[in-house]
């Protein structure tokens, strides 16, 4: 549908990780390699032992926004390049609307995952389980919804998403 | 890794991680194939695109953008449609989906040049009927490339006596800024047109919604003005660029052609050698790239010299005849003769074994399949004969014919009554470089009795070769219908003309051509290419050259054709001998006793499958069927804005193809993309400020040793 649905999409479904990923990770190097790497904290400190650590809160909302962006990334990346082109979806008559849906679910299981990964690293430390189980089923549910709602549609990331977290 | 304490950004190993993280993610996002492509796009698989096409000053067919051309759908099944296209419709530019009666030139002359509101056309196949025509070639074909010249014949130059293709119209020879595709599956059509019923029609004269069934061709040509252009930029890339970018190619195949007599092409035929020529066309061509079904205007006449070339070898004393028989088959005469000219440039230059004045006398076969009342007619050129000698060697070739067209009660040979020119024809070529007496034998008397002339619809139906239903395709290639029986006719009287004209006297009435030779050959090239009898004289490598359909006659670039490569194996067949060498002998011939390369060429064909319909017994045929180059002279001389000879070239391309779907209207875009910009500056302001006054919003336990953020 051209560039500027593509563009239109990209900042809906991305634009507050970037904003989260500008404002609270970018300016600090040790969260972007925990961005990434996720848990390598006891690495970290037996290479540079006079860092203080960061705190283990820091350390959830960090990870859990690096699997939302690669959770989201991979699962919308291909409509949205299939949106650069001059077509949009509809001819064997699903909705027209499938990349501003697609846009906004992405948006939602990003900030979902950020919550996911709060959530759980608490109930870790503080060793309540019920809220590790809780996070888990919420998990699942919406991975099974979400799935079984695009299951003619899309990616193969979006199975690998459900599996990699 | 390594960090360094503090900075005002990520160090250079997490950045390098980050982009590659991205790279790969993006790479991820353009493999293709994916199942979003498949519900936005239906590709058209069965379509045959306008290529362009140049001579020394013009540029022919059509032209679409570098990135395809995009517009909404729009059936046009009557005229009237075309006013919503042209003028009414609110989402200009809109693709016409045309019906194929409707693709003439009052309809094309009315597209042509609104570009603004026309982004391309698609046409359907017609279902031509017994008082429609169409044939998009010129009135007057290879003006300026025959005899007549201003000069030379200036009565009869530009058809001013007679206009041999009277109904034709010229759209071929246009230039149109737009891409046009046939569409060649009804299924296909159907969709579109399913798709074009629920999306764009309007209600009760109100515009129609978005989103609209829009359609998108992609044919960009590389070549533009004309031969001289593209061949001088195709040159410098070559010569100066390390990726050199040709744009276009010269229109060329190779000539088919064979001895009745073997002679030794390495060397050249005595002057006393004297040759009868027999000619004809093997190419045709239509609007549309590489769709050139050509039966009338090409195959019937092949097909027919085919049967001679065969009976002919069947006479007893063909070894001890005085005169020799050459059968030549010429490609590219379409193009303003490209094989004719080749062949004369060749014969004047010395590179052809045969030269101009060994020639004795020339018979070529013009359309032939459409005779009304036995009636085949005799062509001669007036200019020439205004020679005494020459006008008496064409009256004894004429009255040869009549003579041995006398034993053939279903053909009857008619001379013309007046001073008549000749019609379009490779003997012209032959004409304007020497004087010799010749004759087109043709089934029309003035203009053409071939009503698709050149075009897509002169199919087996056009030269009433049809089948009865429910045969199996074994029983239709060997069924022997009325029109296989009046061509064979037309070639035994061709057969027996040729051998007096080559000196022969006494088994002239045992000479007959065999209608089940036609029928075959005619099945094979008009319905079914793929057919037993093909599969058994080809070589084995060229199996897949035959498709399930009809062959089609278009030059192309790109050479041999498969059509070029049938003929020369059908003549093999028909006029060569199976010999018992052995594989390897066939490809080295020089070892073995009495054989020769030099007289003859020698092949090792598939042969016919055995008794159990397992294998196949190959074999080697010897006989004197050859190849020669159909290039253009002036391609040779690269004298490319030529007036001389034909300076034919077609250009190239990257992609052709067609696809539909769904367009959204460009309010919703906008309103994707300030969505879009809206939440990402709200999230960017949003976040700052809870990030600015998060040690106010947060108030965290203090944990030791904690870093509060």
Avoid at chain 2, 109 to 125: C, D, N, P, Y
Avoid at chain 2, 676 to 693: D, M, Q
Wanted: aromatic share 10%; charged share 15%.
């Amino acid at each position: 549908m051209t560039a500027a649905v593509f563009f239109g999409c990209a900042f809906i479904a991305f634009g507050p990780a970037l904003a989260l990923y500008v404002f609270t990770i970018a300016t600090d190097p040790l969260r972007v390699t925990f961005l990434i790497a996720g848990r390598a904290s006891e690495g970290l400190k037996s290479i540079n032992p006079e860092e203080t650590a960061p705190s283990m809160r820091l350390l959830a909302y960090v990870s859990g926004l690096g699997f939302g962006i690669t959770s989201g990334v991979f699962s919308f990346v291909n409509p949205l390049f299939d949106s650069l082109g001059p077509g949009t979806v509809g001819i064997h008559g699903d909705s027209p609307q499938f990349f501003l849906n697609s846009a906004f679910m992405t948006l939602v299981i990003i900030l979902l995952h950020v919550f996911w990964g709060i959530v759980f690293f608490d109930g870790c430390e503080k060793k309540k389980w019920y809220i590790l189980l809780m996070v888990l089923l919420t998990h699942l549910l919406v991975s099974t919804q979400y799935y079984s709602a695009s299951l003619h549609l899309t990616s193969s990331g979006l199975a690998a998403s459900v599996f990699t977290d | 890794m390594a960090t360094t304490r503090g900075g005002s950004g990520p160090d250079p190993g997490s950045r390098g991680l980050l982009l590659l993280l991205s790279f790969s993610v993006i790479l991820a996002g353009l493999c293709r194939g994916n199942s979003v492509e498949r519900k936005i796009y239906i590709p058209l698989n069965r379509t045959a695109p306008c290529v362009r096409l140049l001579n020394a000053t013009h540029q022919i067919g059509c032209q679409s953008s570098i990135s395809g051309d995009t517009g909404v759908l729009h059936v046009v099944e009557r005229e009237e449609d075309l006013q919503w296209v042209l003028t009414d419709g609110p989402n200009p530019p809109y693709m016409v989906l045309l019906e194929g009666k409707l693709f003439n030139r009052a309809v094309m002359e009315k597209l042509k040049g609104r570009t603004s509101r026309i982004a391309g056309l698609a046409v359907t196949l017609a279902k031509p009927n017994s008082t429609s025509s169409f044939s998009p070639s010129v009135q007057c074909p290879n003006d300026g490339f025959g005899i007549y010249s201003n000069s030379y014949g200036s009565e009869f130059a530009h058809c001013k006596q007679t206009l041999w293709n009277e109904l034709g119209n010229g759209l071929a020879y246009e230039d149109f800024s737009f891409p046009i595709f046939l569409l060649e599956d009804e299924n296909e059509t159907k969709v579109i047109k399913q798709c074009y019923q629920d999306h764009n029609l309007a209600q009760n004269g109100s515009a129609p919604r978005f989103p609209l069934c829009a359609m998108q061709l992609f044919s960009h040509m590389h070549a533009v003005i004309s031969t001289a252009t593209c061949m001088r930029r195709s040159f410098i890339q070559s010569t100066f660029s390390i990726n050199p970018e040709i744009v276009c190619d010269p229109l060329s195949d190779y000539n088919v052609w064979s001895m009745l007599k073997p002679i030794n092409t390495s060397g050249a035929l005595e002057p006393d050698d004297r040759v009868v020529v027999a000619a004809t066309r093997l190419d045709s061509r239509s609007f549309f790239w590489n769709v050139a079904p050509g039966a009338e205007s090409a195959v019937a006449s092949y097909v027919t010299q085919l049967a001679a070339a065969e009976a002919l070898h069947k006479a007893s004393d063909v070894a001890t005849l005085p005169r020799n028989v050459m059968f030549v088959f010429f490609q590219g005469e379409t193009f303003d003769y490209i094989g004719s000219s080749r062949m004369v440039y060749d014969m004047e230059n010395g590179k052809f074994p045969v030269r101009l004045e060994n020639i004795d006398s020339f018979v070529e076969l013009g359309q032939v399949a459409l005779r009304t009342s036995l009636d085949l007619w005799m062509h001669t050129d007036p200019m020439s004969q205004k020679n005494e000698s020459v006008k008496n060697q064409v009256e004894d070739l004429l009255v040869t014919l009549e003579k041995s067209g006398a034993g053939v009660p279903e053909v009857v040979l008619r001379r013309q009554n007046q001073s008549q020119a000749l019609p379009p024809s490779s003997l012209q070529r032959f004409l304007r470089a020497r004087n010799i007496s010749g004759v087109v034998l043709a089934d029309h008397s003035g203009s053409f009795h071939n009503r698709y002339y050149q075009s897509i619809y002169d199919t087996a139906e056009n030269i009433n070769v049809t089948y009865p239903e429910r045969q199996s395709p074994e029983e239709d290639l060997n069924f022997v219908t009325d029109t296989a029986k009046a061509l064979a006719n037309v070639a035994t009287v061709l057969a027996r003309a040729l051998y007096e004209l080559a000196g022969g006297t006494n088994f002239s009435d045992s000479i007959q051509a065999d209608p089940q030779t036609v029928t075959r050959l005619l099945y094979g090239f008009l319905v079914r290419a793929n057919n037993s009898w093909f599969q058994s004289i080809l070589r084995q490598d060229l199996r897949s050259y035959l498709d399930d359909g009809p062959l089609q006659h278009y030059i192309a670039v790109t050479s041999p054709t498969n059509t070029t490569y049938v003929v020369q194996y059908a003549l093999a067949n028909l006029t060569g001998k199976v010999t018992n060498l052995t594989r390897e002998q066939c490809q080295d011939p020089s070892k073995v006793p009495n054989e020769s390369k030099a007289l003859y060429d020698y092949s090792w064909v598939q042969g016919p499958l055995n008794s159990n319909k397992t294998e196949r017994l190959p074999r080697c045929v010897r006989s004197t069927v050859r190849l020669a180059r159909a290039l253009s002279p002036a391609f040779e001389l690269s004298q490319w804005g030529s007036t001389e000879y034909s300076t034919w070239a077609e250009s190239r391309w990257k992609d052709i193809q067609a696809r539909i779907f769904l367009v959204a209207s460009k309010e919703l875009e906008f309103i994707t993309l300030t969505v879009g910009f809206g939440i990402l500056i709200f999230s960017l302001i949003v976040t700052y400020c809870i990030n600015a006054k998060a040690d106010v919003l947060f108030v965290a336990p203090r944990e030791p040793g904690a870093v509060s953020y």
